[in-house]
Each structure stands twice: as structure tokens, then as C-alpha cells.
């Protein structure tokens, strides 16, 4: 059994900043990447960035130069900074994760948590 569980989320003016985080836990064998996804009303859920043991990312371009993933690979945690932050970010961000148990290879995903951002 693996859990995801975010936390971080909030009300953020525009140009505030937030720093989202995720843990994995349970019977993980190796995790492979962990990233975030968003979904906005009547959108389709979009990935934010991506990032793998060796610390390579990947960033949608709406959110480069401005979010900054990173991870802890003792702690299982992976954080998504985010900064100059602008209506549009609006929106439920998840936490997803390819991780092997001894029997499984699958993407995991949190709950989500809210983010909005408003004056």
C-alpha cells in the first residue's frame, strides 16, 4: 500500500509565493519520479514539472523561471516552490509518482490541494 499526501496549498495573492509538498509512503521499493499536476475548472488536468532520483526536471513552460521542483530522496518528499504566482495558476495541484513495491510497477497520485491565487 502507497500513500501520497500533499499539503501546502492556499490563498496566495498575485506575486506571492507558496511551497507545496508530498509524501510518499508505504511498502516502496524504489521511487522513479515524483511531479505535480494541476487542473483547473473546466480544463483539463495539465503536468507542472517532473523530477527523477538524478534530479533532472522537467517544467511546463507556463510555470519556467517561476516554480522550482526538488526532492528529497531520504524523506520519500518531493516540494514544488512556486513564486511570482498569477491568477491563472488557480487551480487543484496534485502529486503523482511512479513507484515499484515488490510486486508493482504504477503511478500513485494525491488527493490535491487547492491553490488560489486572488487579491
Not at 515524483?34 to 514539472?49: D, L, T
Not at 534530479?55 to 528529497?72: P, W
Amino acid at each position: 500500500q502507497v500513500q501520497l499526501v500533499e499539503s501546502g496549498g492556499g490563498l496566495v495573492q498575485p506575486g506571492g509565493s507558496l511551497r507545496l509538498s508530498c509524501v510518499a509512503s508505504g511498502s516502496i521499493f524504489s521511487l522513479h519520479y515524483m511531479g505535480w499536476y494541476r487542473q483547473a475548472p473546466g480544463k483539463q488536468r495539465e503536468r507542472v514539472a517532473q523530477i527523477f532520483r538524478t534530479a533532472n526536471t522537467n517544467y511546463a513552460d507556463s510555470v519556467k523561471g517561476r516554480f522550482t521542483i526538488s526532492i528529497d530522496n531520504a524523506k520519500n518528499t518531493v516540494y514544488l516552490r512556486m513564486d511570482t504566482l498569477k491568477p491563472e495558476d488557480t487551480a487543484v495541484y496534485y502529486c503523482n509518482a511512479r513507484i515499484s513495491t515488490r510486486s508493482t510497477l504504477q503511478d500513485y497520485w494525491g488527493q490535491g490541494t487547492q491553490v488560489t491565487v486572488s487579491s
